[in-house]
């Protein structure tokens, strides 16, 4: 460990030293990637140096106290032995822990969805000081908060919210806070005084901006976040439109289908609807369509989509681009199946290659009844 320590030590150096040469102040590609090395680094030379002057501390006590015949002396000398010991003990569990393989999303952003559980109205009040907490924490580190999406109860309590923490590192340090976090307390809206006890789930996500970038560039594309369609779709080999519908509806959607609520699914219908017309900047239109590559660009969609002039007034695609691309998005569509009995296999068998080829060998019929 130590000698690659040594290393890291050297490392560094020449890191610091390449941050003030002109040519890659210029290269700011050059220039954050060294930036972002030299913050990894950091800690750790620094926790090695700590190490090293403590173990010089212990050599320059044991000497002390060999040579020396001052009581005094000797009993500063004792104290400063003990102080060294219990550095290098404790710098050693450190920098075992910083020297661990780091995890890949560490230095990412970071996803928070927060809900309210067990507890009713308290338990959203609860996940409101969850809210506020994770605010004050990212404050401190410096961190951005941006609010993606909020489910209010109306006395100051979350049933449901999503936001986005940006900042260096936001991902390592909130990881291990998703779960369920439970609380016991007299809540204000306790009357009697009683001790309640409220649940909220916390689920932690890195963005994946960067890892699309790096799947771009390794094909020979590119990816940019913007909200500009006319961005969007400039000079873009393939449009694929971001469905309208936040993640919250389309997951009421599928529990109002498992309570067999299709007079709530009519109405969540309708709002999304209602909705989706205050965005029309959103749609996808033969004018936008002609600004893609050679106006040419593969149009897909997650089917089913609202589109204008038939399934209602403003929807999010053009009749005639919908038109133009629907067998191959029917044919898109039809696959859906077999790739979620794909996923599911995939997450039940260990060796779903060998189960398919045995399967296969023993060509017995399907009878369905």
């Known amino acids: ?20 040469e002109p040519e890659v102040i210029n290269d700011q590609k050059k ?25 010089d501390g212990i050599e320059d006590s044991l000497a002390i106290l060999d040579e020396e015949s001052d009581e005094d002396m000797r009993e500063l000398a004792k104290e400063e032995l003990n102080e060294c010991k219990e550095t290098v003990e404790k710098c050693e569990q450190e920098l075992k822990i910083l020297m661990l393989p780091k995890d890949p999303n560490d230095e990412k952003n970071v996803i928070v969805e927060i809900r309210g559980g067990a507890g009713g109205d308290e338990a959203a009040l609860f996940a409101a000081d969850l809210f506020r907490m994770y605010s004050k924490f990212a404050e401190a580190n410096r961190w951005k908060v941006e609010v993606m999406s909020a489910s209010e109860n109306g006395i100051g309590g979350f049933k449901e919210i999503v936001f986005m923490v940006i900042g260096a590192g936001a991902y390592s340090k909130l990881k291990y806070e998703s779960g369920v976090h439970r609380v016991q307390r007299i809540p204000s ?79 969540l219908e309708k709002e999304l609807l209602a909705q989706n017309a205050e965005h029309k900047d959103w749609a996808c239109t033969e004018e936008l369509m002609k600004t893609t590559k050679d106006g040419k660009a593969l149009y897909l969609h997650c089917l089913p989509a609202d589109i204008t002039g038939v399934s209602c007034e403003t929807g999010e695609v053009d009749a005639s681009v919908f038109d133009r691309y629907r067998i191959p998005l029917y044919k898109e569509a039809s696959f859906k199946p077999y790739v979620i009995a794909a996923m ?22 399907r009878i369905m009844e």
């Open 31 to 55: 220039y954050r990637e060294l930036m972002r090395e030299q913050n990894e680094l950091t800690p750790i030379v620094e926790k090695y140096k700590e190490y090293k002057a403590a173990k």
């Open 344 to 365: 599911i296999m995939l997450s039940k068998f260990e060796n779903p290659q060998d189960i398919l080829k045995k399967l296969e060998v023993k060509a017995a019929p």
């Open 189 to 267: 809206t306790e009357s009697g005084g009683r001790i309640h006890t409220s649940t909220a789930t916390v689920a932690i996500m890195p963005e994946v901006e960067e890892v699309a970038k790096k799947n771009a560039e390794k094909t020979g594309g590119s990816f940019k976040r913007t909200n500009s369609m006319e961005e969007a779709f400039k000079d873009a080999d393939i449009v694929y439109p971001k469905s309208w519908a936040p993640f919250a509806a389309m997951e009421k959607r599928t529990n109002l289908y498992g309570e067999g609520d299709f007079d709530g699914i009519d109405k």
């Open 1 to 20: 460990m130590f000698d690659k320590l040594e290393e890291l030590v050297g490392r560094l150096e020449e890191i610091n030293m390449m941050l003030t």
